[in-house]
């Protein structure tokens, strides 16, 4: 079972960036499919960006394309999201994920293993 733990989350201007990191033990990310959702107050958990197994296949969601880069490092076992322009309707918790698979999802219930979270507050 792979434990992962999230890193990198604060407070930041609107406009500024936040790189968030995930550190995965127990399995290597080389072999997952890693993605990044996220979850404000009261609303429903929702799909940000994931790297395929492969690591040459990305995902994103319309409203962070351009703005959000996923990678990983397979040396570090760590896969992070670079947020750039960030605006405040990005703030929320945002979790990293992982599942077994070939194929890339962008669907939370398809993931079999969640960090904690990383709270990203940005101001307007």
């Known amino acids: 079972q792979v434990q992962l733990v999230e890193s990198g989350g604060g407070l930041v201007q609107a406009g500024g960036s936040l790189r968030l990191s995930c550190a995965a033990s127990?399995?290597?990310?080389?072999?997952?499919?890693m993605g990044w959702f996220r979850q404000a107050p009261g609303k429903e958990r929702e799909f940000v960006a994931a790297i395929c197994w492969s690591g040459r296949s990305t995902s994103y969601a319309g409203s962070v394309k351009g703005r959000f880069t996923i990678s990983r490092d397979n040396a570090k076992n760590t896969v992070y999201l670079q947020m750039n322009s960030l605006k405040p309707e990005d703030t929320a918790v945002y979790y990293c994920?992982?599942?077994?698979?070939?194929?890339?999802?962008?669907?939370?219930?398809?993931?079999?293993?969640w960090g904690q979270g990383t709270q990203v507050t940005v101001s307007s």
């Open positions: 994920a992982a599942r077994i698979a070939y194929t890339c999802s962008n669907y939370f219930n398809e993931y079999d293993a």
């Open positions: 127990g399995r290597s990310v080389n072999s997952n499919n």
